[in-house]
């Protein structure tokens, strides 16, 4: 009796033993005297002692870094690129199978590709064109580890290190295409500003009263501002008394001019007087005097 018992109890502590429980995350590859029996998981499996054997792997996303590497780019500046790739295991049985350091592997792979890829780029690509380079990069990785089991989802630069000359470069670069943008907005500007005035200029020349206006106007705006002394030139045909002292001026010289001939005329001695070129008065007699002077 106690044998059977003891029996019983040697049975019950080998299949405890021979009970896994496996985690949602994890796959056993069971190999079966030697040979790859299959891959279990998860949830409880059952691991023969002595014929069975197995390795766990893990299926979970892997974060792993790339070091720093020194690459020159196709333009021949020396740089150093830092990166980070994510993969997983998609096939336990190719990990376990075909690769002795799968994590290793991938790492270095990783490091070989990115100074290969980086180095087919200019350093404006590296610096602007990060998302293409990035697609490429893992295209390139995946394609190669696929036979060990494993996906790279994505890989990602994320660090960019260049001399501190290029640096300055850059900088002076970069103000030298800030000005030349400035200047060209300030020349379409310009160039609007003329257009928009040439119109404004055949809209004014179109309308007769339309550039006296202007002036007006314009001389309202510069009023406004603090100057002691304001000259502006006003056209003669503004000013509302330019026609009567145009009309006038004829007549008046005209009257002068006959009296000064009648006072030549009717004074002989004094004809003589303007006609003597040593002469300095011209005498008038008493009665032109009257006349003159009234």
Same mark, same amino acid.
Request: charged share 25%.
């Given at each position: 009796m106690e044998f059977i018992l003891g029996l019983l109890f040697v049975m019950v502590a080998m299949a405890l033993s021979c009970l896994k429980f496996v985690n949602e995350y994890d796959r056993l590859v069971v190999f079966r005297f030697g040979r790859v029996n299959g891959v279990r998981g998860p949830g409880p499996v059952f691991i023969l002692p002595i014929f069975e054997t197995f390795k766990k792997v893990d299926t979970r996303m892997v974060t792993m870094s790339?070091?720093?590497?020194?690459?020159?780019?196709?333009?021949?500046?020396? #740089?150093?690129?830092? #990166?980070?790739?994510?993969?997983?295991?998609?096939?336990p049985y190719k990990v376990v199978t075909k690769i002795e350091d799968p994590y290793s592997?991938?790492?270095?792979?990783?490091?070989?590709?990115?100074?290969?890829?980086?180095?087919?780029?200019?350093?404006?690509?590296?610096?602007?064109?990060?998302?293409?380079?990035?697609?490429?990069?893992?295209?390139?990785?995946?394609?190669?580890?696929?036979?060990?089991?494993?996906?790279?989802?994505?890989?990602?630069?994320?660090?960019? *290190?260049?001399?501190?000359?290029?640096?300055?470069?850059?900088?002076? /670069?970069?103000?030298?295409?800030? *000005?030349?943008r400035a200047k060209i907005v300030a020349a379409e500007g310009e160039l609007q500003a003329a257009e928009k005035l040439a119109e404004a200029a055949k809209?004014?020349?179109? #309308?007769?009263?339309?550039? /006296?206006?202007? /002036?007006?106007?314009t001389m309202v705006e510069v009023s406004n501002e603090k100057n002691s002394t304001l000259i502006f030139p006003i056209p003669i045909e503004l000013m509302p008394f330019a026609n009567k002292a145009a009309g006038a001026a004829p007549s008046i010289i005209q009257k002068v001019a006959e009296k000064v001939g009648e006072v030549i005329k009717t004074s002989e001695p004094a004809k003589q007087e303007v006609l003597n070129p040593g002469a300095t008065?011209?005498?008038?007699?008493e009665k032109h005097k009257e006349e003159h002077l009234a």
């Open positions: 790339i070091p720093m590497q020194e690459v020159i780019t196709k333009d021949n500046i020396s #740089a150093k690129t830092a #990166a980070v790739c994510f993969f997983q295991v998609v096939d592997a991938t790492s270095q792979i990783a490091q070989t590709t990115l100074r290969s890829i980086l180095g087919q780029h200019e350093l404006d690509d590296l610096l602007s064109e990060r998302d293409k380079i990035n697609a490429q990069l893992q295209a390139i990785i995946d394609r190669q580890t696929e036979g060990w089991g494993i996906k790279v989802n994505a890989i990602e630069v994320k660090d960019v *290190e260049i001399p501190e000359s290029m640096q300055r470069a850059m900088a002076r /670069q970069a103000e030298a295409e800030r *000005e030349r809209v004014i020349g179109t #309308a007769p009263g339309a550039m /006296q206006l202007r /002036q007006l106007q008065s011209i005498p008038i007699p």
